[in-house]
């Protein structure tokens, strides 16, 4: 998946490292791998709603199609 890796050390709460080692332990996943699957998807999620914030914020301008009309393109 990736070429390259940095090793990274953060605190956690440890009731959430709790939930960690026993989701490690029973789906057989070592915990960077759970870890890093995890911020996959929140960054996922993330990305989707600073879009959908750039479209709100962008209503009203001009589409892409108008700019270049008036532009002459």
């Known amino acids: 998946m990736y070429k390259t890796v940095k090793p990274t050390t953060f605190t956690l709460p440890h ?3 709790e939930d960690l080692e026993t989701m490690s332990q029973e789906l057989g996943k070592k ?3 759970i870890i890093l699957e995890a911020l996959e998807m929140y960054m996922d999620y993330q990305d989707l709603q600073l879009a959908k914030k750039r479209v709100q ?3 009203g301008r001009l589409s892409a199609d108008e700019f270049f009309k008036e532009l002459g393109v």
């Open 31 to 33: 915990k960077s791998a």
């Open 15 to 17: 009731l959430i490292l």
């Open 57 to 59: 914020e962008s209503e």
